[in-house]
């Protein structure tokens, strides 16, 4: 199934420790990039890369790939059991991760860097680098091997028709939702002003090819055309969004600070509040095999949804650190990608909301 996250639809301020923690705030980003550029020269071969700081992933079948800092970019062929890093053209922190198949990728990051690969990860082309704009990139999206979208902050907008190979710069227009009685009853009617330059956190797609995007200020975009024209939806909070997760039909989620989950069954027009039991920032989203509907957060957080996204149990790991997203290995077995690196976890088949006891160890 030719996406990012197998399981997920895809990325990514506020780990106080690292603040490169960029793929979950595109403020942090900044401020990471400005404070590491990317030297033009290749990421060192790092022994423990894969506890370093990571913020995305991608699956598929037994292949997974996750970046992060310093240019990390590390592989695994054996679903996960065991994991590699590769020498890639760049050491600015990478924020997302795209494989439209085994052996089309792309990976963006800080310093507007676009990396990418024809041969499953073994090698990488640095194809855009515009370090002098101080946007960074936060997400990715592709449709097929050939046309995609890059997006970032200050509604920082590059599109591609020939793989990747060159990148065009898109200025963003969004038309707003007709105001009725639903936008009405929210308080927004979704008016998006050109001038705002608002940070495009995630970009993710339904499985009919309509695209949304979760932008700061409680912003959220749709597009019914893959991009060519696009809509500022009503939005239920002013918050920031990090995270935009399709469902099935019309319904998506959409999630972000304090731990901020909305769910829309028509198509992102008008939105109800689910309650999750945290204030911590949920900065990803996606599907097991099975239907069951896991967000990620910070500070360990992690919610459980077994009816379809409706209610969310609420686990706490016990060392609190931030995951910025995870990939599914099996079942009930998750690699936690984040301020620890790699880490598998065994979600419990039951479990009272709480602090989580179940059985964790590190990736190697």
């Known amino acids: ?42 990421a060192v071969i790092a022994p423990l890369a894969v506890r370093s700081l990571l913020l995305d992933g991608a699956s598929l079948d037994g292949f997974k790939v996750a970046v992060g800092e310093r240019g990390h970019v590390l592989l695994s062929d054996d679903n996960g059991d065991s994991w590699r890093q590769v020498s890639v053209p760049a050491t600015a922190t990478l924020t997302g991760v795209y494989f439209a198949d085994r052996r089309h990728g792309w990976a963006v990051g800080h310093d507007a860097v676009i990396l990418r690969t024809v041969d499953g990860g073994e090698s990488w082309q640095r194809v855009h680098y515009a370090p002098h704009e101080e946007r960074p990139l936060l997400d990715l999206w592709f449709g097929d091997a050939r046309a995609g979208y890059a997006v970032g ?97 019309d319904s998506v989620l959409v999630f972000g600070l304090r731990g901020h989950l909305y769910r829309s069954d028509d198509g992102a027009v008008t939105w109800r509040r689910i309650e999750v039991g945290t204030e911590a920032m949920l900065t990803d989203g996606f599907r097991l095999a099975d239907g069951r509907v896991v967000l990620t957060g910070l500070a360990g957080t992690l919610l459980v949804s077994r009816d379809g996204a409706r209610s969310f149990e609420l686990l706490q790991l016990p060392d609190r650190q931030g995951i910025a997203t995870a990939l599914a290995k099996d079942h009930d077995t998750l690699l936690l990608i984040g301020e620890h690196g790699l880490e598998e976890f065994t979600l419990p088949r039951r479990f009272a909301p709480g602090v989580a006891s179940c059985v964790s160890r590190r990736a190697r």
């Open 1 to 42: 199934m030719p996406q990012r996250d197998v399981n997920r639809a895809g990325t990514a301020p506020a780990l106080a420790a690292v603040s490169v923690f960029a793929a979950c705030g595109a403020a942090v980003a900044i401020a990471a990039s400005q404070a590491a550029p990317d030297t033009g020269e290749h």
């Open 153 to 249: 902050a200050y509604s920082y907008v590059l599109a591609t028709a020939d793989g990747g190979e060159s990148w065009e710069e898109r200025t963003f227009e969004a038309e707003p939702w007709p105001t009725d009685d639903a936008a009405a009853e929210t308080g927004d009617t979704g008016a998006y002003d050109p001038g705002l330059d608002v940070h495009f956190n995630d970009i993710e797609a339904t499985g009919s090819g309509r695209l949304y995007i979760a932008a700061e200020a409680g912003r959220i975009f749709r597009s019914d055309d893959r991009g060519a024209t696009w809509r500022s939806m009503p939005s239920p909070y002013a918050g920031s969004f990090f995270g935009v997760l399709p469902l099935d039909g």
